[in-house]
C-alpha cells in the first residue's frame, strides 16, 4: 500500500514537472546563436594557448623526465649486471681457491703419513732386530743351560743316591758304578723329562 | 536556479559586452569554465613537470601517467608517424576531460555540453585530417573512399556511403559528445527536481537514482573525452596510413 502510494507520488510529481517545464519556454540554449561567436573565440583562444604551452613547455619537460627516468633505470640495471658478473667471477676465484688448497692439504696430509709410516716401519725394523738379538741370546742361554742341566743333575743323583745308600745300608759304594747306572738311565729316560 | 532542466546551459554574459566589428565577443560562463580549465590543465602538468625524481611524486605521477596513457592511445591506434600530433591529441583529451569533470561540480556550466564548442573542435580535426592526407598522398587519398575488394557492381553505392560517411564525421564526433553531456546533466537536474518536488517523504528514490547518475556521469565524462581523443587518432590514422 505505501509503495503504491510512493510510486503514484512520483508519477503525479513527474506529471507536474512536465507542466511546469511546459510553462517556460525557450527549448534548447545550445541552439540559440546569441554567444556562439563569443564561444567559438574564448575556445580557440583558451585552446590555441594551452596547446601552445602544453607543446612548447610542458610535455617536452614531461618526455624528457621519462626519458631520463628510463636511460637511468637501465644505466642501474646494466651497473647491476655488471657487478653481478663481478661477483660472479670472484666466486669461481674463490671456489678455484678453496679446492686448489684443498687439494694441497691433502698432499700434505698423504705426505706426511707417509713420512710417518716410513719411520714407525724403521723404527719397527730396528726394534724387531734387536729383539731378534735378544731373543737369540737368550735362546743360546737357554740352550747352554740346558746342555749344562744333565751333568749336574746327574751329579746331584749319584751324590744323593750316595748319601742314601750310606744311610740305608751304612756301606760305601763306589761313586764311578754309580754314575754308571745314573747315566744309563738318563740316557734311557732322557728324553721323557726334556722333551727335546 | 530555475526548475528548467535546460536553464542550466545557459550562456550568459559576465562583465560588459564587448564587440569587434560585428561579433560580439563578450566574456560569458563558458568563457570562464574554457579558461578554467585551460589553467586547471596548465597548472596540473606544470607541477608535474618542474621537478625530475627518480621516484616520483603524486602530481608528477600523475602528469606522467597522463602522457604516457595518451601516447599509449595514439601509437596503439595511429602508430608511430602520428607523433607529431601528439601534443594536438594529449591537448585536446585533456581540455575535453577538464571541461567534462568541471561539469560535473554542481552550479558548474558545463562547456562541452554546447554543440557549438563541440562542432567547432570536431571541425578543425577534420579540416586538419582532411588537409593531412591530401598533404601525405595527394590525390591519392581520395582512395580512401574505394574499399579494395569490393566488386565493381557495388562500387558506385560504396563510394556514395563512404563519401557520407566521411562527411558526416564531424556532426558525429561533435553531436555524440555534446548529446552525452547534454542528455546526462538535463537527466540529473530532472532528478533532482523530482526530489524537491517529492519532499521528505517521496524523494528518497529519485535522490538514489541522482546519486548514482553522479557517478555514471562522471565515467560518462571520462569515456567520451577518451572516445572524442580516439577517434581523432583513427581520422589521423586514416589521414597517414592509406589502409585501403
Redesign the interface.
Known amino acids: 500500500m505505501v509503495k503504491k502510494i510512493?510510486f503514484q507520488?512520483?508519477f503525479f510529481?513527474?506529471f507536474?514537472?512536465k507542466e511546469?517545464?511546459a510553462a517556460?519556454s525557450?527549448?534548447?540554449?545550445?541552439?540559440?546563436p546569441?554567444?556562439?561567436?563569443?564561444?567559438?573565440?574564448?575556445?580557440?583562444l583558451?585552446?590555441g594557448?594551452?596547446?601552445l604551452?602544453?607543446?612548447k613547455?610542458?610535455?617536452p619537460?614531461?618526455?624528457?623526465?621519462?626519458e631520463?627516468?628510463k636511460s637511468?633505470i637501465l644505466e642501474n640495471i646494466e651497473a647491476a649486471e655488471k657487478q653481478r658478473k663481478d661477483s660472479d667471477a670472484k666466486l669461481k676465484e674463490y671456489d678455484e681457491i678453496i679446492s686448489k688448497s684443498k687439494l694441497e692439504a691433502k698432499t700434505i696430509f698423504n705426505q706426511a703419513r707417509e713420512k710417518a709410516l716410513k719411520d714407525i716401519d724403521a723404527k719397527r725394523e730396528v726394534l724387531d732386530k734387536q729383539i731378534d738379538n735378544e731373543i737369540a741370546e737368550a735362546e743360546k742361554e737357554i740352550d747352554s743351560l740346558r746342555k749344562n742341566a744333565p751333568d749336574k743333575i746327574n751329579k746331584i743323583a749319584i751324590e744323593t743316591s750316595s748319601g742314601l745308600l750310606h744311610k740305608l745300608i751304612g756301606a760305601e759304594v763306589n761313586n764311578s758304578s754309580i754314575s754308571a747306572i745314573v747315566e744309563d738311565l738318563s740316557k734311557r729316560n732322557g728324553d721323557k723329562y726334556y722333551g727335546n | 536556479m530555475a526548475a528548467n532542466p535546460m536553464s542550466q546551459f545557459d550562456v550568459y554574459r559576465i562583465g560588459p559586452e564587448i564587440k569587434v566589428g560585428a561579433f560580439d565577443i563578450s566574456f560569458t560562463n563558458a568563457s570562464l569554465f574554457m579558461i578554467l580549465s585551460t589553467v586547471s590543465i596548465l597548472l596540473i602538468f606544470n607541477l608535474g613537470s618542474k621537478k625530475n625524481s627518480i621516484l616520483p611524486n603524486k602530481i608528477q605521477l600523475l602528469a606522467e601517467l597522463s602522457y604516457t596513457f595518451v601516447s599509449k592511445m595514439i601509437s596503439d591506434t595511429a602508430g608511430s608517424k602520428a607523433k607529431p600530433y601528439f601534443a594536438f591529441i594529449f591537448s585536446l583529451f585533456m581540455f575535453v576531460l577538464f571541461c567534462n569533470m568541471f561539469g560535473m561540480i554542481p552550479y558548474t556550466f558545463t562547456v562541452t555540453s554546447h554543440i557549438i564548442v563541440t562542432f567547432v573542435l570536431a571541425a578543425f580535426i577534420f579540416i586538419g585530417v582532411t588537409v593531412i592526407g591530401f598533404i601525405r598522398h595527394g590525390f591519392g587519398y581520395l582512395k580512401l573512399f574505394v574499399p579494395s575488394g569490393v566488386p565493381a557492381v557495388l562500387l558506385p553505392l560504396i563510394v556514395v556511403i563512404e563519401i557520407i560517411s566521411y562527411l558526416s564525421r564531424p556532426i558525429s564526433l561533435s553531436v555524440r559528445l555534446f548529446a552525452n553531456m547534454m542528455a546526462g546533466h538535463t537527466m540529473m537536474k530532472v532528478f533532482g527536481g523530482f526530489v524537491i518536488s517529492l519532499g521528505i517523504v517521496g524523494g528518497w528514490l529519485p535522490l538514489s537514482f541522482s546519486v548514482a547518475l553522479t557517478g555514471l556521469e562522471i565515467l560518462v565524462a571520462f569515456l567520451q573525452a577518451y572516445v572524442f581523443a580516439i577517434l581523432t587518432c583513427i581520422y589521423l590514422n586514416d589521414a597517414l596510413n592509406l589502409h585501403h
Not at chain 1, 525557450?26 to 540559440?32: D, I, R, S
Not at chain 1, 546569441?34 to 580557440?44: A, G, P
Request: glycine share 4%; proline share 2%.
Open positions: 510512493y507520488s512520483i510529481s513527474f507536474f514537472i511546469a517545464f517556460e525557450g527549448g534548447m540554449p545550445q541552439l540559440n546569441e554567444f556562439w561567436i563569443s564561444q567559438i573565440f574564448w575556445l580557440i583558451t585552446f594557448i594551452m596547446y604551452v602544453l607543446s613547455l610542458i610535455l619537460k614531461i618526455s624528457n623526465n621519462l631520463s627516468r637511468q
